[in-house]
């Protein structure tokens, strides 16, 4: 399909390991967003790109979480130490170029962390 | 700090009875305003985008309209196809996207 991807869309871990979570954008945005959601709670900000421009890291909750984007394309959220406060659906979202233009969505990545 | 406030938190509605969604928002430098729809399991669904206060976009059974203060969503005759959360968002010059918590709207037969 034309819209953005994301995988796996359910992960079940262990409190300590490390989870990726891969997200691929729809096909010629510049900008590429990551936001968790938890139970009940808004959308929060963690990490924006835009084309090669440094990331926007501010919303990033803590070290163990860091994220990369190969190429203008696909992205990889990273979370180290997993620990069960990071149990969340974590969204992606893509826009043609920055905040001004409409962000499109994927379905997330619900994450438990046992 | 960009804040976005929604109201209500939730809404019954019977099909066919009109209603608004009311986004309250504090922003400096308004870049856009955006509405958005979320059903159960599912990423937000993009709506409208609003760029200053006057504006107005229609589509099907909802329209948004914007002040220099808040922005409503106005669901004309809404049928329960229409139940799910909506989602009010701005961004400004912090350079995010500040979403609020969401009005989760059910349209009963």
């Known amino acids: 399909g034309a819209g953005v991807s994301q995988s796996p869309s359910n992960k079940v871990t262990e409190k300590g390991k490390d989870v990726e979570l891969r997200c691929d954008p729809i096909?010629?945005?510049?900008?590429l967003y990551w936001y968790r959601q938890s139970l009940g709670q808004g959308l929060e900000f963690l990490i924006y790109?835009?084309?090669?421009?440094?990331?926007?890291k501010s919303g990033l909750p803590s070290d163990r979480f860091s994220a990369e984007r190969t190429g203008g394309s696909v992205s990889t959220l990273t979370i180290q130490r997993t620990q069960q406060e990071d149990s969340a659906v974590y969204l992606c979202?893509?826009?043609?170029?920055?905040?001004?233009?409409?962000?499109?969505f994927g379905d997330g990545t619900r994450l438990s962390i046992l | 700090e960009d804040q976005v406030t929604q109201s209500p938190e939730a809404l019954r509605l019977q099909e066919g009875e009109s209603s608004s969604l009311n986004c309250s928002y504090t922003?400096?430098?308004?870049?856009?305003l955006f509405w958005y729809r979320q059903d159960p399991g599912k990423g937000p669904e993009f709506l409208f985008t609003?760029?200053?206060a006057g504006e107005e976009k229609e589509k099907e059974r909802l329209k948004a309209t914007l002040t220099k203060k808040e922005s409503f969503l106005h669901i004309t005759a809404p049928k329960p196809e229409d139940s799910a959360t909506y989602l009010c968002?701005?961004?400004?010059?912090?350079?995010?996207?500040?979403f609020g918590s969401g009005t989760q709207l059910t349209v009963l037969p």
């Open positions: 979202a893509s826009s043609w170029t920055g905040l001004d233009q409409p962000q499109h």
């Open positions: 096909s010629g945005h510049t900008a």
């Open positions: 790109f835009q084309g090669n421009s440094a990331p926007d």
């Open positions: 922003v400096s430098g308004l870049r856009g």
């Open positions: 609003l760029y200053s």
């Open positions: 968002a701005v961004t400004g010059s912090a350079r995010q996207l500040t």
